[in-house]
């Protein structure tokens, strides 16, 4: 069977798979015994495959296949198992020293060995980060010092302070490993044009890349190091994977209930009754970390009052949020931590829906309505621009009926759209962006202070960049220590303590509860994702 080709119709944001010389079956090109092509659609294209820089979830998607990681993080208990390192680390009281023994015979798909100077080469890069060449310092990695090569197999990790999130940090996808020579590059020669020279000692390599619009992995066939855990070991099942970048969800879903592609991510909920239909399953996959929510950008002068920042919250109903735009599969949220996440706190008495309480709220703030409704104080409107999260699920519907909640309290809204670099260019910028919409997956308790550290993704801009100052320390400190404290019941407390923190001076308000939502054909045997819903293909059969 020959390869498909794929045409790409940009004027009709449309993807059309044509097939040769077979019925309409997808990508498999598979009988009972495996083998074949995988075909999946992504939303968007992926941007960087230098790992720490890895968590937009394109960019998570290709490295979940192309490395692997120090341990394995069980998507089903969250428990760390051994992987590239033969067993647990040893860890001493404090959480300052890690040491790792490596399994032996584990190379590069370039042919160099996965030993321990080049693991040490890898989290000297990721937890120090390089500034001459533009490669940031990983947001699961925290307070770093040196790692120590100790003799071929074992590594030895060493840190200024506490970090008891490392053991998980090293089973993320921004701790997955690369050769020596790749980890030489410059954060350009990870961006797209590059992929194909992006090593790692993953089940699959990129063999083929069209700009913006196709990646191509191909299986390695000596690949022999899976988690022990895993039921399948040795090279994968399936031949490779093709992905593709259909941004229009109609095109996704059609293309897969059609039978012309195998899976697709971020099927929409008002299509997911779709896949109820013989022939095709639907998985909607916990992302274990921060909820999908609002950030109010509290040192914004209109957001400065905690009034107004209460008016916002009690102003926006949730509940029609997610029974109007979304399904099952999006939980309301009972707090900025999903129910699943690592330091989870049920803080929802804080997000309680009354437009009457607003109103006074408002009022007692100064803000009086104006001639055309919006709300007005000293000559300024009280209105407010959202960005669009182009990753999130139906993030400009979702601003679209907040703009319609608040608009009935005298709050304008406004949406900043854009394609995914100038969101990116915005998101940092307080004047553009007031309220952030967002969410991060991690499974650890650190995914907090990921999202909301003034070091990390500043989520709330608390770092004026002008002055390099804080506009609440208390917060900063709070994150810090959850990142910071060495027992399980420490962090635990820290990251309860961070919680109320944000919902009691009302910095962010929860919506749902963010799944990965794929959809699949039932011929796809096997299909799995890892801790946060990034999607893994070692493990698939394609079935005809």
Partial sequence: MKKRRIAWIGALAAVAIAMTGCSSSGGNDGGADGG???TYLEPQTWNTLYPPAGGFYP??????????????????????????????PQVNADATEYTFTLREGVTYSDGTPLDAENVV???DL???????RALSVSEAINNYDRGEAVDERTVKFFFTAPSPGFAQAVSTINSGLLSNATLDRTNEEFGPGNAAEIVGSGPFVIDDEKIGT???????????????????QGAPQIDGVDFIVAGEASVRVGTVTSGQADVARTIPAPDEAQFAADGLELIAASTNGVNNSLSFRFAHPLLQDIRVRQALIAGIDREEIVDTLFSESYPLATGILAKTALGYTDTSQ???YDPDRAEQLLDEAGWA?????????DGEKLVLTFNEALPQPRSKEVVTLIQEQLGEIGV?????????AAQDAARLELDTIQVYHSMVGRADFDVIKSQFHSANRNALLNLDPATNELHDAELDALLAQIASVPTTEERQQASAAAQQHLADQAYVLPLFEEPQVFGLRSQVEGFKTESIGRPSFYEVTLQR
């Fill in 36 to 38: 074949g092509t995988l």
């Fill in 59 to 88: 960019n998570g998607g290709v490295l979940n296949q192309i490395t692997d990681r120090v341990l394995y993080q069980n998507p089903e208990t969250l428990e760390l198992e051994p992987w590239i390192a033969e067993e647990l």
């Fill in 121 to 123: 080469k890898n989290f």
């Fill in 126 to 132: 990721f937890g120090k980060g390089d500034s001459d």
């Fill in 214 to 232: 196709e990646l191509s992995l191909a299986a390695r066939e000596d690949y022999d190091w899976a988690p022990p855990s895993l039921e399948h």
């Fill in 350 to 352: 804080n997000y309680v």
């Fill in 369 to 377: 309505p104006g001639s055309d409704g919006i709300r007005e104080k």
């Fill in 412 to 420: 304008g809204v406004e949406l900043f759209a854009g394609d995914q």
